[in-house]
């Protein structure tokens, strides 16, 4: 039973360029979360999406960056000409519903760690 | 608004002694709290939570928690530190505020054991 998945595991890109992180939620989740570690900083809560709905975006910046979780495949963050600031790891988490219930948990993916030249 | 505080940036202790992750809350209703721990250049790994009943907490790795409502406390203890938990570990809330979960996380702690 394979756990959350994300690719790559590390990305460089230079200033200007997009960069693409997936994440393959665990089998039976439709349910995804992103975050956002900056250096020496915890977690940021970036977008929630169920498939082919966007239900949360209020931590993502409202320029450069887009996600979506389409019917089939994985889970995608874009961001758009990157920056210095991009320069993060990406984590990305999966539950089996909105998980109102206690008994339900969301599961961390190893992260994308992005470096932008 | 919600947000978790953890007042140590960084801990060191010895091998074989014990140790105490201090970590506070802010939020208006019953929180749901987690422990999660991040080895280095790794995930994060669930080590305990907490949703309801007994406010002592057991978790994975010898590890547990206690809640105190009273303090807005959810620190982490261990009996006897081994080398392998030198991480970094982070106390979460989640926000129901929008109608479904959200992690809140804290800015961490970051642990190093001495041999």
């Known amino acids: 039973n394979a756990g959350v998945m994300q690719n790559p595991r590390h990305l460089v890109r230079r200033r200007g360029q997009e960069a693409r992180l997936r994440c393959s939620p665990m089998?039976?989740?439709?349910?995804v979360y992103w975050y956002r570690q900056l250096p020496e900083e915890g977690l940021k809560f970036m977008v929630y999406?169920?498939?082919?709905?966007?239900?949360?975006e209020s931590g993502m910046p409202k320029e450069r960056f887009s996600a979506e979780f389409p019917k089939e495949g994985p889970s995608i963050l874009r961001i758009q000409q990157v920056v210095r600031g991009d320069s993060a790891a990406y984590f990305c988490?999966?539950?089996?519903?909105?998980?109102?219930?206690?008994?339900?948990?969301?599961?961390f993916g190893p992260g994308t760690r992005l470096t932008v030249l | 608004a919600q947000s978790v505080t953890q007042p140590d940036i960084h801990i060191t202790v010895s091998e074989g002694a014990s140790l105490e992750l201090r970590c506070n809350y802010s939020?208006?209703?019953?929180?749901?709290l987690f422990w999660y721990v991040q080895s280095p250049g790794q995930g994060l790994q669930l080590l305990l939570k907490?949703?309801?009943?007994?406010?002592l907490v057991q978790g994975i790795k010898g590890f547990e928690a206690e809640f105190k409502r009273s303090q807005s406390s959810f620190n982490l203890r261990k009996p006897s530190v081994h080398w392998s938990d030198a991480a970094e570990y982070f106390c979460?809330?989640?926000?129901?505020?929008?109608?479904?979960?959200?992690?809140?996380f804290g800015a961490g702690t970051r642990l190093a054991v001495h041999p």
């Open positions: 988490a999966s539950s089996p519903r909105s998980w109102t219930r206690p008994t339900d948990t969301q599961y």
């Open positions: 089998k039976g989740h439709s349910h």
């Open positions: 999406l169920q498939k082919e709905n966007i239900i949360d």
């Open positions: 939020y208006g209703a019953t929180p749901y």
């Open positions: 907490y949703f309801s009943g007994d406010t």
């Open positions: 979460a809330v989640a926000d129901f505020s929008g109608g479904y979960n959200k992690l809140i």
